[in-house]
Antibody
Framework: EVQLVESGGGLIQPGRSLRLSCAAS????????MHWVRQVPGEGLEWVSG????????AYADSVKGRFTISRDNAKNSLYLEMKSLRLEDTAVYYC???????????????WGQGTMVTVSS | DIQMTQSPSAMSASVGDRITISCRAS??????LAWFQQKPGKVPKRLIY???SLESGVPSRFSGSGSGTEFTLTISSLQPEDFATYYC?????????FGPGTKVD
């Protein structure tokens, strides 16, 4: 089955770090760029970060630049998001999303994981 | 950064209505635009990609059009399962940006 499964979310104090993981299955992971998208409950979608299939291309939203690091391990079919210096406003559901290319993809964001909730609170 | 705006932000509609949602980019994005539908507590579902291509399995009452800075999602005859929030996404230039959403109720 073609799917993405996120893990690693939870309750974390402000200023601490957390690492999210996304396990891909059912498709050739290293043929795709990957992204993280987040959503504060009850609010809109926000693109967070993206990475090309060989990790040469990486991009971040301004809101997380310098604090979050995206990475992938194609041998493990896995995507990661290392989040440091977490803030209250980072509280959201984090989705792992697939895209056919990193630069100007034509078949973007076709497959989404179920999401993992990150709650930043003291 | 490219800003995406959507109009209306919310709309009331009835089953059978033809509805149109607009999405505008602050600068040209060619056809690098996708539309998503999201229901409460659910994962976003892609409806349209490359501005006008219908996702496999999505009913033909959904259609997308536009290029450059102006885009439209049309539902030709609203069905009960279509009541949801709709988002556009530009994936032409980083940082990618979503529109703020249009709630159809």
């Amino acid at each position: 089955e073609v799917q993405l499964v996120e893990s690693g979310g939870g309750l974390i104090q402000p200023g601490r770090s957390l690492r999210l993981s996304c396990a891909a299955s059912g498709f050739d992971f290293d043929d795709y760029a990957m992204h993280w998208v987040r959503q504060v409950p009850g609010e809109g979608l926000e693109w967070v970060s993206g990475i090309s299939w060989v990790s040469v291309g990486i991009a971040y939203a301004d809101s997380v630049k310098g604090r979050f690091t995206i990475s992938r391990d194609n041998a493990k079919n896995s995507l990661y998001l290392e989040m440091k210096s977490l803030r209250l406003e980072d509280t959201a559901v984090y989705y792992c999303v697939r895209s056919d290319g990193f630069l100007e993809p034509t078949d973007a964001f076709d497959l989404w994981g179920q999401g993992t909730m990150v709650t930043v609170s003291s | 950064d490219i800003q995406m705006t959507q109009s209306p932000s919310a709309m009331s509609a009835s089953v059978g209505d033809r509805i149109t949602i607009s999405c505008r980019a602050s600068q040209g994005i060619s056809n690098s635009l996708a539309w998503f539908q999201q229901k409460p507590g659910k994962v976003p579902k892609r409806l349209i990609y490359a501005a006008s291509s219908l996702e496999s399995g999505v009913p033909s009452r959904f259609s997308g059009s536009g290029s450059g800075t102006e885009f439209t999602l049309t539902i030709s005859s609203l069905q009960p399962e279509d009541f949801a929030t709709y988002y556009c996404l530009q994936h032409n230039t980083y940082p990618f940006t979503f529109g703020p959403g249009t709630k159809v109720d």
